[in-house]
């Protein structure tokens, strides 16, 4: 639990000063991300459970400091996920389950903070959408991966914020069209 909180703060305190510095979210959230996650990585050998555990830490990290700052909650998800996905390295499958997760990270680290849920479930599904050439997989795959992993965790957090999240990722978003593979029901 101390690394999680370890790395939340590091990862806060970097986009803050990223943010501040550059006034560049996207490319701040992006580039703070990656190199945090190539060094957690590097360190725990391979994604697995530690990978899993830091992807959460580095959203809430980013979404936290992307608040304090009153940065674009969107553009912070998006650059999030981005940013996972350059730092985690995966393609294919893998790379679907992390879209997936860190969209349900990007959620619920925005609930806590009582930001807008519909901008970051949009925010993450555009970089997923943005990161998917390199990465095996089609945009549409892409997209729905990170609507549904947005609609999951808007699921545990209550029935209107799974209404917010499901009516913003329904539909086209950044040009893709989004599918869903799973029936998807917000909580009564």
Same mark, same amino acid.
């Given at each position: 639990? @101390?690394?999680?909180?370890?790395?939340?703060a590091?990862?806060?305190?970097?986009v *803050?000063?990223?943010i501040?510095?550059?006034?560049?979210?996207?490319?701040?959230?992006?580039d703070?991300?990656? @190199?945090? +996650?190539?060094?957690v990585?590097?360190? #725990?050998? /391979? #994604?697995?459970?530690?990978?899993?555990q830091? *992807?959460?830490s580095?959203?809430?990290g980013?979404i936290?400091?992307?608040?304090?700052?009153?940065?674009?909650?969107g553009?912070a998800?998006?650059g999030?996920?981005?940013?996972?996905?350059r730092?985690?390295r995966?393609?294919? /499958?893998?790379a679907l389950?992390?879209?997936?997760?860190t969209a349900a990270?990007? *959620? %619920?680290?925005t609930? &806590?903070v009582?930001? &807008? +849920?519909?901008?970051?479930? /949009?925010?993450?599904?555009k970089g997923a959408?943005r990161?998917? %050439?390199?990465?095996?997989?089609?945009?549409?795959?892409?997209a729905?991966?990170a609507? %549904?992993?947005?609609i999951?965790?808007?699921?545990?957090?209550?029935?209107?914020?799974?209404?917010? #999240?499901?009516n913003a990722?329904s539909?086209t978003?950044a040009?893709?069209?989004? #599918?869903f593979?799973?029936?998807f029901?917000?909580?009564?």
């Amino acid at each position: 639990m @101390s690394t999680h909180k370890g790395i939340l703060a590091t990862v806060k305190d970097d986009v *803050i000063n990223a943010i501040e510095g550059s006034g560049d979210v996207a490319m701040a959230v992006v580039d703070t991300v990656a @190199s945090t +996650l190539n060094t957690v990585i590097r360190d #725990v050998g /391979k #994604v697995g459970s530690a990978g899993t555990q830091a *992807i959460a830490s580095v959203a809430s990290g980013v979404i936290h400091g992307a608040s304090e700052v009153g940065s674009d909650l969107g553009t912070a998800a998006q650059g999030t996920v981005e940013g996972v996905l350059r730092g985690t390295r995966e393609t294919g /499958k893998e790379a679907l389950r992390t879209i997936r997760h860190t969209a349900a990270s990007v *959620i %619920q680290s925005t609930a &806590d903070v009582g930001g &807008d +849920l519909a901008l970051a479930a /949009k925010g993450a599904v555009k970089g997923a959408v943005r990161a998917a %050439q390199n990465l095996g997989i089609t945009d549409e795959e892409a997209a729905s991966a990170a609507a %549904q992993g947005a609609i999951d965790a808007a699921n545990e957090i209550g029935t209107v914020a799974s209404q917010r #999240v499901r009516n913003a990722v329904s539909g086209t978003i950044a040009g893709t069209r989004i #599918v869903f593979k799973e029936n998807f029901r917000g909580t009564t």
